[in-house]
Each structure stands twice: as C-alpha cells, then as structure tokens.
C-alpha cells in the first residue's frame, strides 16, 4: 500500500526469530521490528511511508481505537473460532502442522492446542460458549460494515492504514477456506465481502 518492496515470508518457522514470541515481524537491513503497531510505527517513521499523512486528528485518534478493538477483541473471537471449535480445529491442525515431520506434527499440536487455550480462557474469550462469542464478532462486523457504509476504504476513496488493519482481520473470516459459523456470518456482510475483494484485487 506503501509502494515500498517487500517480500513475503509466511509460516510458523518465523517464530523462532520473533523477539517477543509473537507474528508479525519485519525484517529490514537485519533489524527486526515485531508487532503489527510496532511495525506500521516503524513505516512512518523511518521509511516515510505513512499512509495517515493525509487523515484529520479526529480520525487518526478513531482509527487508533478501532485498531485497538479489532486487535484486542475481534482477533480472541478468531483465535476462539480456529482453536477451540473442533471441527475447524482438525482442519486447522491439518494445515497449520503441514509442513512438519513425524514424531513431531502427532505431538506438537495438542501441546500447542492446549496453550492457545489455556491463553484464550485466561485473556477472557474463552469462558465465552461458542454462540455468545459469535455475537461477540458479530457486533465488531456489524460496527465495520457501518462505519465503512458505502465507502471504497474507510476515510473516503483513499486508503489509510486502518484499511489494512481491518482487512488484516476481516479477511481471516472472510476469505479463508474455512467454512464454520464464524466465517458464515461474516460472508453476510456484503460490503465487508467487497471490501476485501477490493484491497485483494488492488494491493
Ligand atoms: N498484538 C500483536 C499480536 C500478535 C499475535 O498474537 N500473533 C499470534 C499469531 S496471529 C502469534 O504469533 N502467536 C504465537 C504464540 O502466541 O505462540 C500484533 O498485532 O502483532
């Protein structure tokens, strides 16, 4: 969105180099900046690549609070929907672990299972049953679909950084190959679909 060049590396095996444990991480002239905040920090102030410049105070200070309900609370109701529902979670495990030999793909994954679980009841979403933490994500579809309206990006015809931060998100439900009652509800919101077809076709 930046127009600066980049090189995607997915998979799990970036963890071993994230300082803090967590993905995303950037790697630039061998520093590694970790954390999506962090990151987009990192963008404008040593690559000018702000995507912000041109937005009022007023909508920088409501993109900050939407960043931070999505990246708080809407990524726990993902988290809820891929590991702890059974279903999805077979085929989660069977894709997540694809890449790693045996012994190591039988053991690691109920291990991981149980941590991710264990950190979605302590952050709170996981004392939640399934049909309440739904209408949690509904209500954060519901708010976006709103906010958005009949816009191409958030703030009018140009994207900002909020942009990708929604899609980030947005699209995990949307787009993903996964078809539970999570990613269902989300394909009911027309605009949030357009939204992420727009942002895939242009960026
Ligand atoms: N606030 C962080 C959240 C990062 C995060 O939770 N990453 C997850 C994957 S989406 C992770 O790396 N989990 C690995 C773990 O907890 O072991 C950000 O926006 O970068």
């Known amino acids: 969105m930046a127009g600066l060049e980049y090189e995607y590396l997915g998979g799990m095996q970036n963890l071993k180099k994230a300082p803090k444990g967590k993905l995303p991480l950037?790697?630039?002239?061998?520093?590694?900046?970790?954390?999506s905040e962090i990151i987009i920090d990192y963008l404008k102030t040593e690559k000018e690549a702000d995507l912000d410049s041109w937005l009022t105070e007023e909508q920088r200070a409501l993109a900050h609070l939407v960043t931070k309900s999505l990246d708080e609370n809407l990524y726990w109701c993902l988290v809820y929907s891929r590991w702890?529902?059974?279903?999805?979670w077979l085929k989660v495990k069977e894709n997540f672990f694809a890449?790693?030999?045996?012994?190591?793909?039988?053991?690691l994954p109920p291990i991981l299972r149980g941590g991710v679980k264990s950190s979605i009841k302590k952050q709170g979403m996981g004392r939640h049953s399934e049909g309440e933490v739904l209408a949690i994500?509904?209500?954060?579809?519901?708010?976006?679909?709103?906010?958005?309206?009949?816009?191409?990006?958030?703030?009018?015809?140009?994207?900002?950084?909020?942009?990708?931060?929604?899609?980030?998100?947005?699209?995990?439900?949307?787009?993903?190959?996964?078809?539970?009652?999570?990613?269902?509800?989300?394909?009911?919101?027309?605009?949030?679909?357009?939204f992420c077809n727009r942002i895939a076709a242009n960026y």
Do not use: W
């Open 99 to 107: 890449g790693m030999s045996f012994p190591l793909k039988q053991i």
């Open 26 to 35: 950037l790697e630039d002239d061998g520093r590694i900046i970790a954390d």
């Open 137 to 194: 994500a509904n209500k954060s579809f519901a708010s976006l679909e709103t906010i958005l309206g009949d816009q191409d990006y958030f703030f009018g015809n140009r994207p900002c950084s909020l942009d990708a931060v929604v899609y980030g998100h947005v699209a995990c439900f949307i787009s993903s190959q996964l078809d539970n009652r999570f990613n269902q509800e989300a394909r009911k919101y027309n605009k949030l679909v357009e």
């Open 84 to 88: 702890v529902h059974q279903e999805t």
